[in-house]
């Protein structure tokens, strides 16, 4: 990043570079963030939700994610597969009001999911070393630092080039650890 400035800050065409590459990080990120669980833990969380209350699929989907700090979003398409399944081995039970299917366990599903501990299914769900954070904060970095190009004085874009410069050797710092 050395040098990769100009001394007199920034402005016109290379502001819009800025807030470019900051768009382009943000949806490098954003496709990467959370992670992908299998078909068994889909399963796993639809039949401990339904064992608190019954819900339909778009709920379900909205409390993963919440239970697991965001770090967990199944998709349409794995959920409801999965719910279907699991009417079809007669676990659960839809009713459709107002077109829209709420699921619920049958007698059966609630055998199947008494005495399963519900939370380590949320614990696992959260990425290793907090992922979910590291793209917010060099979306928030890139953020600051395009704003002190827009509209910092020379002397504040130097050291802001600085201030970045370290910290990439620092975070580099990091993997060169063990």
Do not use: C
């Not at 065409?13 to 590459?21: K, T």
């Not at 939370?119 to 890139?142: R, T």
């Amino acid at each position: 990043m050395h040098n990769s400035y100009p001394a007199g800050g920034f402005g016109g065409a290379h502001i819009d570079g800025m807030w470019q590459a900051v768009e382009e990080l943000r949806s490098r990120f954003e496709k990467r963030s959370g992670t992908r669980a299998g078909r068994g833990e889909v399963r796993s969380a639809i039949l401990a939700l339904l064992a608190e209350r019954p819900m339909h699929g778009y709920q379900m989907i909205s409390e993963i994610e919440d239970r697991s700090g965001g770090s967990w979003k199944p998709s349409a398409g794995s959920v409801y597969p999965t719910l279907q399944l699991l009417v079809d081995e007669g676990l659960i039970s839809a009713e459709e009001s107002n077109g829209r299917k709420t699921y619920s366990l049958t007698e059966t599903g609630r055998e199947e999911v008494a005495g399963a501990d519900a939370s380590a299914l949320w614990e696992s769900a959260e990425p290793a070393a907090g992922f979910a954070a590291l793209p917010k904060a060099g979306i928030e970095l890139a953020q600051a630092a395009a704003q002190v190009g827009r509209s910092g004085s020379p002397k504040q874009v130097q050291e802001a080039v600085r201030v970045l410069d370290e910290a990439r050797r620092r975070l580099y710092s990091i993997l060169a650890r063990d």
